[in-house]
């Protein structure tokens, strides 16, 4: 009893001193409440001039319109309306969604598969092979598109050449027709490391004795992976979906690096993000484009917020 009483005892103090008469914070939570301050003051003034400041600049810009005869003058929704008129805009937002639909749940598959190999112990050596399979997420995005698109290289790739001695004569990876499944096998190999340490780590969270009461049940080691840790980590998987979402919405880098190895496949219109670049930076027509981002810019943001509603309805923050 002594020693409960001894360990309760501090606590009270602590809960006292954070009390001052008449209801008032004490100087200990004043104190506590400036530290909080401090940690999250350079985070918020690095968002605001990186994220929101910008943000506004691009909507204030999406509303004028600059002409070579008659200066910059304000349009209102002139801008909204041609971006939501555009076909080929649209047309590059529903190929990315296609993108999106296949590599994404491929990749979470394989890198669902990778970390339960590694939770299990199956492996030899895991902590090395976590390594390497991390590695592709560690090189340059530029770097792997150069990489691999030498591997696809319609005159000179090794992957072009051994389908043409498999029997499939005049094939080409960067083609009209493949030019997406290429970037999707780029795109799982840049980022299955990523995502198989993300879910890794959230097996680990699985707790032991629900494991070793199914192993106590004779239950089958796939009946464990399926039906008990895969619902347990469903969250991480949530998350991961979404977050690869928007991550396929901005896809710019791969298909462009590609467009040098086989030119004219890649559009430049081909993704949301490729349309905004050639319309402001190349047309120079910085306040269409401007208003094409804050389009895409909102389109992220109902993905993120549809997100969150999602996993709270489903009390995954609870």
Do not use: C
């Amino acid at each position: 009893m002594s020693s409960s009483t001894e360990v309760i005892a501090p606590a009270r103090r602590e809960t006292a001193a954070r009390r001052a008469p008449g209801g008032r914070r004490s100087a200990y939570a004043r104190r506590r409440g400036r530290s909080g301050l401090a940690f999250v003051t350079p985070f918020m003034i690095v968002f605001m001039l990186f994220m929101i400041v910008p943000l506004i600049y691009a909507i204030y810009q999406s509303l004028y319109t600059t002409k070579l005869i008659g200066g910059t003058t304000f349009s209102g929704f002139a801008n909204y309306s041609t971006v939501l008129r555009s076909g080929p805009f649209w047309g590059g937002v529903i190929r990315v969604i296609i993108f999106g639909g296949i590599q994404i749940p491929v990749m979470l598959a394989i890198a669902f598969f990778f970390a339960t190999i590694f939770d299990l112990g199956v492996a030899k050596w895991g902590r090395i092979f976590r390594a390497i399979y991390f590695v592709p997420f560690a090189v340059p995005i530029v770097v792997s598109s150069l990489m691999w698109g030498f591997l696809f290289d319609p005159a000179y790739g090794p992957f072009n050449r051994f389908m043409n001695a498999i029997g499939f004569h005049n094939f080409n990876w960067l083609s009209t027709n493949l030019m997406v499944p290429a970037i999707i096998i780029i795109a799982i190999w840049e980022w299955t490391g990523y995502n198989s340490i993300i879910l890794y780590t959230a097996l680990k969270s699985v707790p032991r004795d629900v494991v070793e009461a199914a192993i106590l049940d004779d239950t089958p080691l796939w009946k464990i992976i399926l039906r008990i840790k895969l619902p347990l980590v469903r969250p991480a998987i949530i998350l991961l979906v979404f977050i690869n979402t928007i991550g396929a919405m901005q896809l710019f880098i791969e298909p462009t690096i590609l467009n040098n190895y086989q030119a004219g496949v890649v559009t430049n219109t081909w993704t949301p993000v490729i349309d905004i670049y050639s319309t402001a930076i190349s047309n120079g027509e910085y306040q269409l484009g401007a208003a094409m981002a804050v389009v895409l810019a909102v389109v992220i943001i109902a993905i993120s917020v549809a997100s969150l509603v999602f996993r709270n309805r489903r009390r995954e923050f609870t």
